[in-house]
Nanobody, 124 residues
Framework: QVQLVESGGGLVQAGGSLRLSCAAS????????MGWFRQAPGKEREFVAA????????YYADSVKGRFTISRDNAKITVYLQMVSLKPEDTAVYYC?????????????????WGQGTQVTVSS
């Protein structure tokens, strides 16, 4: 069982930066593919980024590619999402997720464990 707790959200002006963290519990963290998803008001939850168990492979939604960077520290059992050049359309609740086995990294159904989310608001 993995429990996930996100932090680092907040209010930032367009063009600014934020770094989200997701602290995990459990000794099997390194065996999970980790993902970040987001959900804006009135919209469905959408894939943002994912990282393989070793950290060697990363995947991004086209909308954030080149602006967001996902990373993980298996020793600290934490995954990060560095966000730069933020836009108002990045405003959403951001969720950390963990999945094991065969992962379709863009599919939320692939992930068994979810955090409670952290709000990111980008003002214009």
């Amino acid at each position: 069982q993995v429990q996930l707790v996100e932090s680092g959200g907040g209010l930032v002006q367009a063009g600014g930066s934020l770094r989200l963290s997701c602290a995990a519990s459990g000794r099997t963290f390194s065996s999970y593919t980790m993902g970040w998803f987001r959900q804006a008001p009135g919209k469905e939850r959408e894939f943002v980024a994912a990282i393989s168990t070793s950290g060697d492979s990363t995947y991004y939604a086209d909308s954030v590619k080149g602006r967001f960077t996902i990373s993980r520290d298996n020793a600290k059992i934490t995954v990060y999402l560095q966000m730069v050049s933020l836009k108002p359309e990045d405003t959403a609740v951001y969720y950390c997720s963990a999945g094991s086995g065969r992962i379709y990294y863009q599919a939320s159904a692939s992930y068994e464990h979810w955090g409670q989310g952290t709000q990111v608001t980008v003002s214009s």
